[in-house]
């Protein structure tokens, strides 16, 4: 039976304003939540403390592969559902209910800050993030306004209600890094070749430099948010990066991500660095400030760990393709995994890129207590 639902069970359901979704629980539980919280196998691992086995969340593991995710969000687009509170504590809370993962995800995207601060943009499915008008010139980077808690409140509301719901299991916060954030702007929706964004990259880097200055004011305004109400992690998902050679990330996006992780290190919680095709970037985004280094499915992880600096813990870094093969097949590679995780200082497992939708929920629920029990064993 699942840790989860055994939790959950210890508190008393109460009316209040989410009362289909919403437990509560008393002042006492909560102090005692906190520390279990802490010492949480997920948060041990990011601070690259010993753990009784690998944590494992995933990766877009709310979303289209839930058939309960479908249900809720049934006539009510993307965006609406990332700014009502109870929409995103019950999607929150899914997959944490299936698979018994040891982090939370908070159900959002990287979008909603920028639709915040007045962004005419839209989330349409199968396409992605689309922009009215695109950025193209100063007058676009000036329009981008610095966000306050007070744009975003029902991203506290229910930050504060997932804490009470999840208990001893850690919710991550996330927001989307300088690079990503400027392509969608700049291309005006999801992008091959980031053709546009690179161009202004390379041809106007003091255009460019107060855009991603404006979008790291943006993502430490959203993640601070997230974390002021509870949060305890954040990710970082900077998706596109590995689209840029390494000597330009290292002068158009390390000084403005460093400044990301730098202005969220004082609230003291674990900071998670995600991007995609980033084999070539693991130096350099390890050198960003972040506790954790995502690792996407490209690079094993033991040769991760030889290109990341010393003192990070990894993440990853299961193709999420794998999962349409046989079981096998998966148990075979997920333990391969594992084994390679042993070798980073610390390791939690993950997919090397976000759940896709026709994901079987079954399998991941299989993945996830094989990574549980698999991670105990010595010989592995
Ligand atoms: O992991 C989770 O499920 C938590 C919530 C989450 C979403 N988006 C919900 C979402 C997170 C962490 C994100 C981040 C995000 N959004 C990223 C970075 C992570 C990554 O995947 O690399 C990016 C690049 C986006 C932008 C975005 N939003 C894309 C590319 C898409 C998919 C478009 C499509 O339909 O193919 C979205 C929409 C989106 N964000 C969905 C979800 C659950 C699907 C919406 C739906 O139900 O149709």
């Given at each position: 039976m699942r840790d989860f639902a055994r939790r959950v069970r210890k508190f008393v359901p109460v009316p209040g304003p989410f009362p289909c979704f919403l437990t509560v629980f008393s002042w006492d539980d909560r102090t005692v939540t906190d520390s279990t919280v802490t010492e949480s196998p997920f948060l041990l691992a990011c601070r690259r403390r010993p753990v009784?086995?690998?944590?494992?969340?995933?990766m877009r593991q709310a979303g289209r592969s839930l058939p309960e995710y479908l249900r809720v969000r049934e006539g009510v687009p993307m965006l609406e559902s990332c700014a009502r509170p109870d929409m995103i504590v019950e999607i929150t809370l899914q997959p944490v209910r299936r698979?018994?993962?040891d982090a939370a995800?908070?159900?959002?995207?990287?979008?909603?800050?920028?639709?915040?601060?007045?962004?005419?943009?839209?989330?349409?499915?199968g396409v992605g993030p689309v922009i009215a008008d695109p950025i193209r010139d100063a007058s676009g980077v000036a329009a981008l306004r610095p966000l306050v808690p007070d744009d975003v409140p029902y991203v506290t509301e229910a930050v504060e209600g997932l804490v009470g719901e999840?208990?001893?299991?850690?919710?991550?916060?996330?927001?989307?890094g300088p690079f990503t954030l400027a392509s969608y702007l700049i291309e005006g929706g999801p992008s091959k070749n980031h053709e546009r964004t690179k161009a202004l990259m390379y041809g106007e880097p003091e255009l460019w430099a107060d855009l991603m200055a404006r979008l790291a004011d943006l993502t430490i305004a959203f993640l601070k948010v997230q974390v002021a109400a509870g949060a305890s992690a954040v990710q970082l998902f900077d998706s596109w990066v590995g689209a840029v050679a390494a000597h330009d990330y290292r002068e158009s996006v390390l000084p403005h991500t460093r400044r990301i992780f730098a202005e969220i290190g004082p609230l003291g919680v674990p900071r998670i660095h995600f991007g995609v095709g980033t084999g070539e970037l693991l130096g350099?985004?390890?050198e960003a400030g972040a506790d954790v280094v995502g690792v996407d499915w490209r690079v094993p992880l033991d040769?991760?760990?030889?290109?990341?600096?010393?003192?990070?813990?990894?993440?990853?870094?299961?193709?999420?393709?794998?999962?349409?093969?046989?079981w096998e097949t998966v148990e075979h590679r997920a333990r391969d995994v594992l084994a390679r995780g042993r070798t980073a200082e610390g390791h939690i497992f993950n997919l090397g890129h976000g759940v896709l939708p026709s994901t079987d929920p079954d399998v991941l629920a299989r993945l996830a207590d094989l990574v549980h029990e698999a991670s105990t064993d010595d010989t592995l």
């Open positions: 009784p086995h690998t944590p494992v969340w995933f698979y018994a993962v995800i908070f159900f959002s995207d990287i979008m909603v800050p920028l639709k915040a601060i007045g962004v005419d943009l839209d989330i349409k499915p999840l208990g001893s299991t850690p919710l991550i916060g996330f927001a989307g350099p985004m390890g040769e991760a760990v030889s290109r990341v600096p010393h003192g990070k813990a990894l993440q990853g870094n299961l193709d999420p393709a794998i999962l349409f093969a046989p």
